[in-house]
């Protein structure tokens, strides 16, 4: 199973395993704005994973038994250790993405909020309650509560390195799991800082645990019996995970990536919603799953909009500074696709309103603006996964979420509009997992809101109660409380039983 990046396979990666000098295979990781060595990982063998796995299912027994309270309490000791720490980590994300050093800290920011969210809430969300009986359970106790799996696999990715692989485990975690952390090869760095976090304070107890490797070892993982995997990367690969796991019935949850739409109406605050895009489409070099790729514009504001988001896309300027706008392109294979989705989309008419294929200065790309963009072209109906942003001119709001909607995925998208209700029914409208009104990406700092998509976007979700309820199997308990006046329930069931429970069904379903 090649390691890909969001939307294409990669297997030419810059992070390589190589034989060292005692024939252990070595995974190194490379900093994307140098090209200098960050670090030489272990490439896991399947007898490694294998012994992991273990591990961690033994840890699982003593993390269940702790309950919601006793492992809040340890929760939020690992959530104050990596906000201790946090500037170390935000260093080591930087270093392997090249993310600048103020983005890297905002993600660990965000990633400690979700963990600190999951450990309080976990109870709440998941703790046995009861339910109501119905008309011919009144004499039972009826309650829900939600069992841990056992342990978890994630398979993380490298755009987000701890918020998106938090997304999974601290709600793992919380629900009770032992996780089994694949991080991306191009972050293990990263992925192990992560874990070692945690080691320090459980030594004794590898709940959870980083394996780095390539691909093959995320391979492996999928084929570990691990209790259900939670994967974050490309659709390709998603479906290599989800052909893996269905040789052991192991169920999956798949995020993988977006085509995210942004739509400007006609009474929209111009100002503000090119300052959205700039963010959204251009913020981590384009290389956001849920970041805007596609902008559709109501034609009376156009012209405005496109002047406006084309000079402040000019004033971006990527580099390897802390003061940069954003940095390079983490994938060097991606810059390919970058390339291929801009020419495809001129050929087929489009216009360079700002920049073009001289934009790829590798390992960077400057902001592209194309206009006038065929809805057939790759750079349309495919993901960029870089700072290229598709703008082109919409009829009405109908048309704009026709288009929208039109993309085989379906993760998020935003409509710009000064209306309330008009936003409110546009929404609703739009074919994506979670959509923002006069803003982008916001959802990320509210834990409790689900983020997950429809299509090739993936399925199932993260964050909130329902990430919680994802890493989690209900079980239903009910309970005779007492002997009821008819009991229908029995190859003893008396006929004046039957004649009573069918009157009474019958006024109460039948009429009106």
Not at 17 to 38: I, K, M, N, Q, Y
Not at 237 to 258: F, N, Q
Not at 438 to 461: C, I, K, M, Q, T
Request: proline share 4%; hydrophobic share 40%; charged share 20%.
């Amino acid at each position: 199973m090649a390691e890909t990046v969001n939307g294409t396979e990669a297997p030419d990666a810059p992070a390589t395993a190589t034989p060292s000098t005692t024939g252990t295979r070595v995974l190194t990781s490379f900093d994307p704005r140098t090209g200098e060595v960050t670090g030489d990982y272990a490439q896991m063998t399947a007898s490694e994973l294998t012994r992991a796995v273990r591990e961690a299912r033994s840890a699982q027994q003593w993390w269940g038994n702790l309950g919601f309270s006793g492992r809040k309490r340890w929760l939020l000791d690992w959530k104050r250790s990596i906000a201790r720490s946090a500037k170390d980590l935000a260093e080591a994300v930087a270093q392997e993405t090249g993310k600048p050093y103020g983005d890297a800290y905002l993600e660990v920011m965000l990633a400690v909020e979700h963990l600190d969210w999951a450990a309080r809430n976990a109870r709440d969300v998941l703790g046995r309650h009861g339910v109501h009986r119905g008309l011919f359970a009144k004499n039972q106790v009826a309650t829900v509560g939600y069992e841990p799996y056992g342990v978890v696999g994630v398979i993380g990715s490298w755009n987000y390195p701890v918020f998106s692989a938090l997304g999974s485990i601290a709600y793992a975690m919380a629900a009770g799991n032992s996780v089994v952390f694949k991080p991306s090869e191009l972050t293990p760095g990263v992925g192990t800082q992560l874990a070692e976090s945690w080691s320090r304070l459980a030594p004794n107890q590898p709940v959870l645990q980083a394996v780095t490797g390539d691909g093959s070892t995320g391979a492996a993982l999928c084929r570990s019996r691990v209790d259900k995997i939670a994967f974050t990367g490309s659709t390709a690969t998603a479906r290599k995970v989800m052909a893996a796991c269905a040789d052991t019935l192991t169920p999956v949850t798949i995020e993988s990536g977006g085509k995210d739409a942004m739509i400007v109406h006609v009474d929209a605050d111009i100002e503000q919603a090119v300052e959205a895009a700039l963010f959204g489409a251009f913020g981590n070099a384009g290389q956001t799953c849920a970041g805007i790729e596609r902008i559709y514009v109501a034609e009376s504001v156009y012209d405005r909009f496109l002047q406006q988001f084309v000079a402040g896309a000019k004033r971006l300027r990527p580099g390897a500074d802390r003061t940069a706008s954003y940095g390079p392109i983490t994938n060097d294979a991606q810059i390919e696709v970058i390339r291929e989705h801009i020419r495809d989309a001129i050929a087929h008419g489009a216009t360079a309103a700002l920049g073009g294929p001289e934009s790829i200065r590798e390992p960077y790309v400057e902001p592209v603006i194309l206009t006038d963009v065929s809805e057939d072209s790759l750079a349309v109906t495919a993901e960029t996964f870089g700072p290229v942003a598709v703008v082109n001119k919409v009829k009405d709001l109908s048309d704009a979420v026709a288009r929208a909607n039109a993309s085989a995925y379906g993760l998020g998208a935003s409509i710009f509009t000064r209306d309330l209700k008009t936003a409110q029914r546009t929404a609703e409208r739009l074919r994506a997992g979670v959509v923002t009104i006069n803003s982008v990406l916001g959802f990320a700092a509210v834990p409790e809101l689900p983020f997950g998509g429809v299509g090739d976007s993936g399925f199932g979700r993260v964050h909130g109660a329902d990430g919680l309820r994802e890493f989690s199997r209900s079980k239903a308990i009910v309970r005779r409380k007492y002997k009821g006046p008819f009991d229908l329930f029995t190859l003893d069931r008396k006929p004046r039983h039957l004649r009573i429970a069918r009157a009474v069904f019958k006024a109460r379903h039948a009429r009106g």
